[in-house]
T-cell receptor
Framework: GAVVSQHPSWVICKSGTSVKIECRSLDFQATTMFWYRQFPKQSLMLMATSNEGSKATYEQGVEKDKFLINHASLTLSTLTVTSAHPEDSSFYIC?????????????FGEGSRLTVL | DQQVKQNSPSLSVQEGRISILNCDYTNSMFDYFLWYKKYPAEGPTFLISISSIKDKNEDGRFTVFLNKSAKHLSLHIVPSQPGDSAVYFCAASAFYNFNKFYFGSGTKLNVKP
């Protein structure tokens, strides 16, 4: 099946620094990628929809200036957590849809665990 | 307001028996449903889907049932195997925004040998 890879899988940073997480579709082109955040024992929460070549669409309550999303190519989307604080510590997961039709199948990355000290 | 709910945070089943995971939703506009499986420290992987025109979809040991009037879906795994032990998420999307999926909080399944 299609593969989506995230990097890094684990990152620890100091409060106030910025962290970039990459999401790559390895064997297919993805015009749309999605970024989720998961708190312990809670569901995946959609943060934003990343569109290749245009601005990301953010969900209500997600700070655009805090979580910068760039979808520079059909195989790469990046999420930058700017001026990270301990409350940003979470598990961040990206996904991408292979193909254009609404098959419903999303392929997920392995996730990136961010810990802000 | 959580539109997709999995009210059982965990489920324990004996190997070889049936596992039944439940999911409820509130939005009557949802017309496409998915089940994902997630191992610790890994991303979710797709298991099975069902659209609202059906009430059952089967794939090997996995069967998803949809009851639209009750806004309820369930995933049946039979026979259950120890390798099925994972967290299972249900997700739903609506026809007017099929890219946006709403996830339940997950049910942790433990299949005992």
């Amino acid at each position: 099946g299609a593969v989506v890879s995230q990097h890094p899988s684990w990152v620890i940073c100091k409060s106030g620094t910025s962290v970039k997480i990459e999401c790559r579709s390895l064997d297919f082109q993805a015009t749309t990628m999605f970024w989720y955040r998961q708190f312990p024992k809670q569901s995946l929460m959609l943060m934003a929809t990343s569109n290749e070549g245009s601005k990301a669409t953010y969900e209500q309550g997600v700070e655009k200036d805090k979580f910068l999303i760039n979808h520079a190519s059909l195989t790469l989307s990046t999420l930058t957590v700017t001026s990270a604080h301990p409350e940003d510590s979470s598990f961040y997961i990206c996904s991408a849809r292979a193909g254009q039709a609404n098959t419903g199948e999303l392929f997920f990355g392995e996730g990136s665990r961010l810990t802000v000290l | 307001d959580q539109q997709v709910k999995q009210n059982s945070p965990s489920l324990s089943v004996q190997e070889g028996r049936i596992s039944i995971l439940n999911c409820d939703y509130t939005n009557s506009m949802f017309d496409y449903f998915l089940w994902y499986k997630k191992y610790p420290a890994e991303g979710p992987t797709f298991l099975i889907s069902i659209s609202s025109i059906k009430d059952k979809n089967e794939d090997g040991r996995f069967t998803v049932f949809l009851n639209k009037s009750a806004k309820h879906l369930s995933l049946h795994i039979v026979p259950s195997q120890p390798g099925d032990s994972a967290v299972y998420f249900c997700a739903a999307s609506a026809f007017y925004n099929f890219n946006k999926f709403y996830f339940g909080s997950g049910t942790k399944l433990n299949v005992k040998p």
